[in-house]
């Protein structure tokens, strides 16, 4: 398995506040996460995951914030952007 920092950004229809992401963050955190999107209309989040292949750890990914967007208590927004590098890609 391969260590992959996965990112996931959703876009919505409102500005979010500065608690709502820190509560993103606080749930992210137990994944090596961290959380944007303070006062804009989008907010994201980067986790680390272990995977075999990209499709893999983005799915993972996806999972993952998808539970700490629950746990914070946030609007489900449509995801606009997703990426996935390994740690051998980051060298």
Not at 10 to 39: F, K, Q, S, Y
């Amino acid at each position: 398995m391969i260590r992959w920092s996965v990112g996931i950004e959703t876009a919505g229809d409102r500005e979010m506040e500065h608690d709502e992401v820190l509560e993103l963050a606080d749930a992210v955190a137990p994944c090596g996460g961290i959380a944007t999107g303070i006062g804009t209309n989008r907010y994201g989040a980067q986790v680390v995951v272990f995977a075999d292949s990209r499709d893999e750890a983005i799915a993972k990914g996806k999972e993952e914030f998808a539970q700490a967007v629950a746990k914070a208590g946030l609007p489900v927004f449509p995801i606009v952007r997703t990426e996935a590098i390994s740690e051998d890609e980051d060298d």
